[in-house]
C-alpha cells in the first residue's frame, strides 16, 4: 500500500508555512525535498567517517572509500549497468553532459561532423554543443516537434511520444505504429532517420522534457541511431526520479542524471557510459585521483572510471544519493509512476475548468510529473509571484528552455511538477490559487 502520509512524514519540510499558510511544494522539476534518512546518512558519516578516499591506508579513508563505492555500485544495479566501471560520479546532468561534449568532440568529430538534438531540450543539452560548434567547427541540429509538444512526423502527420509506463525504461514501440493523432502520414521515426546522415556523430536527447513532461521515444530513437553506427546519449535528468532506467534495455552509449532531482543531495550527478565510448574518449579533467603515473615527459591516466574523476570526489553526496536510491526502491517504481501519472492526470483535468487556461505538452498519457500553463494575457510571473503569497512554490519563466519557448511562440510558463509526496489536495489548492489570481485581473 502506497501510505501517502508516512511518505510525508519521511519530509518534514513538506509540515512548514509559508506566509502562514501550509507549504505546497510543486517545483519538483528544479529540485525535490530530502528524506531524513539521507540527511542523517550524510550527518552520519561527516561526523563519524569523514575522510579522503583511495588515497589513504588508515581506517577513516578505508571505511570512506568502502562507503563510496558501495554508492557506485548501486547506481549500477539502479540503471542496470554492466560494470562498476561505467558508472562516472559528476556534480550533475549538467557536467555529465559537458564531459561527453568535450571528450566526445575533441576525439571523434571534425569541422562539418553534427550533433542532433531536438526543440524540446534544456540548455545543459544546447549550450555544451554550441560551445564546441563555436571551437571545433561542428554543426547542432535539430529535431522538430509538434505544437503539443511531441516529435513531429514528415509531413506532419502522426505524432510520437512514450507513455510513462514501466515499459518506458525500455522505450514503447510507439514508432512502429500510428498514434491517435495520427491522419495517415509518415511515422516520427521517418523524421528522425531523416535527420541522421553520415555528418551524424552523436544523437543527444531527453528522455523527459523538463517544460512539457513529453516522454520521448528514446529507445526506438536509440534503435534508429545504432543502425546507422550512431551513438546516443540520453539526459535522463526527469526521468531517473520518476521511472525505472534499464541502459541495457535502452542500449544507450550514454545516459546522465542529477542526484538532487530524485531526493539526494545537490552537486552529485551520474554519467553512464558504455566501456567501449568511456575507453575511446579522453580525460575530461586533470588532477589527482585520475593519473596512473606522472612525469615532466609524459602522464598516464587511471583505469576507469577514475579517468574521468579528477579531484577530491563528493564522497559525502556519494552516500546520500546512494541512500536516496535505497528510499526510491523500498517504495518501488511502480508505485510511484502510479501516483504520478494519477497526480498528473487530476491536475491536467482540474486546471482545464479555469477559463481561459492554456496546458502546454500532450495529453497525460503521454507525459510525466510536469504541467506547464499559462492563463490569458496574465504574466506567468505575476502568476508565480501570487501564488507564492499563497505558500504554493511553483516555477515561472523560460524553463532553460528559451528555444522550446521560442517554438512555442511565448516567452515563459507557469510550471507544476511533482513528486511522490505529493498530493490531490494540494494540486486542489493549486487551482483554486490560480482561480483567485486569474479573478484578480
Not at 94 to 103: F, R
Amino acid at each position: 500500500m502506497y501510505d501517502l502520509q508516512a511518505i510525508r512524514a519521511d519530509f518534514p519540510i513538506l509540515s512548514r508555512r509559508v506566509y502562514d499558510r501550509p507549504l505546497v511544494y510543486l517545483d519538483n522539476a528544479a529540485t525535490t525535498q530530502k528524506p531524513l534518512c539521507v540527511l542523517d546518512a550524510m550527518r552520519e558519516e561527516y561526523l563519524n567517517v569523514n575522510a579522503n578516499v583511495h588515497r589513504g591506508v588508515h581506517y577513516l579513508s578505508q571505511q570512506a572509500t568502502d562507503l563510496h563505492e558501495a554508492a557506485r555500485e548501486k547506481v549500477r544495479q539502479f540503471i542496470n549497468a554492466r560494470k562498476t566501471e561505467e558508472i562516472i560520479f559528476t556534480r550533475g546532468t549538467t557536467e555529465a553532459i559537458n564531459l561527453v561534449a568535450s571528450s566526445f568532440c575533441e576525439s571523434q568529430m571534425q569541422p562539418g561532423d553534427e550533433i542532433l538534438v531536438t526543440d524540446m531540450e534544456h540548455h545543459s543539452n544546447i549550450v555544451p554543443w554550441q560551445l564546441q560548434a563555436q571551437r571545433r567547427g561542428i554543426v547542432v541540429r535539430h529535431l522538430p516537434i509538434s505544437d503539443d509538444g511531441r516529435l513531429l512526423a514528415c509531413g506532419g502527420g502522426s505524432l510520437c511520444c512514450s507513455a510513462p509506463s514501466p515499459s518506458s525504461s525500455s522505450g514503447s514501440l510507439c514508432c512502429d505504429t500510428p498514434s491517435p493523432a495520427s491522419s495517415g502520414g509518415s511515422l516520427c521515426c521517418d523524421t528522425v532517420a531523416a535527420h541522421l546522415t553520415e555528418k551524424t556523430k552523436l544523437v543527444s536527447i531527453a528522455h523527459v522534457s523538463n517544460v512539457l513532461g513529453t516522454v520521448n521515444p528514446v529507445a526506438d530513437i536509440v534503435r534508429l541511431a545504432h543502425e546507422r553506427g550512431i551513438p546516443v546519449l540520453i539526459d535522463g535528468a526527469q526521468s531517473a526520479p520518476h521511472m525505472p532506467i534499464d541502459v541495457q534495455a535502452l542500449d544507450c552509449d550514454f545516459f546522465a542524471f542529477s542526484g538532487h532531482k530524485m531526493y539526494g543531495p545537490t552537486g552529485i550527478g551520474v554519467l553512464y557510459g558504455k566501456e567501449e565510448w568511456l575507453d575511446r574518449l579522453p580525460p575530461y579533467q586533470g588532477g589527482g585521483e585520475m593519473i596512473d603515473k606522472v612525469t615532466w615527459e609524459r602522464t598516464t591516466f587511471e583505469r576507469l572510471p577514475f579517468k574521468f574523476e579528477a579531484g577530491t570526489p563528493d564522497f559525502v553526496a556519494t552516500h546520500g544519493l546512494a541512500t536516496a536510491i535505497d528510499y526510491v526502491n523500498s517504495l518501488g517504481f511502480d508505485s510511484i509512476e502510479a501516483h504520478e501519472r494519477e497526480l498528473t492526470r487530476y491536475c491536467m483535468e482540474q486546471l482545464q475548468t479555469v477559463p481561459d487556461i492554456r496546458i502546454y505538452g500532450p495529453e497525460a498519457d503521454c507525459r510525466d510529473a510536469v504541467v506547464s500553463f499559462n492563463v490569458g494575457n496574465i504574466h506567468h510571473l505575476d502568476i508565480g509571484t501570487l501564488l507564492d503569497r499563497l505558500g504554493i512554490a511553483v516555477r515561472t519563466g523560460h524553463h532553460c528552455a528559451q528555444p522550446l519557448m521560442d517554438r512555442l511562440g511565448i516567452s515563459g510558463t507557469v510550471r507544476a511538477s511533482f513528486a511522490l509526496y505529493n498530493t490531490k489536495e494540494e494540486i486542489d489548492t493549486l487551482v483554486a490559487g490560480v482561480r483567485r489570481v486569474a479573478s484578480m485581473f
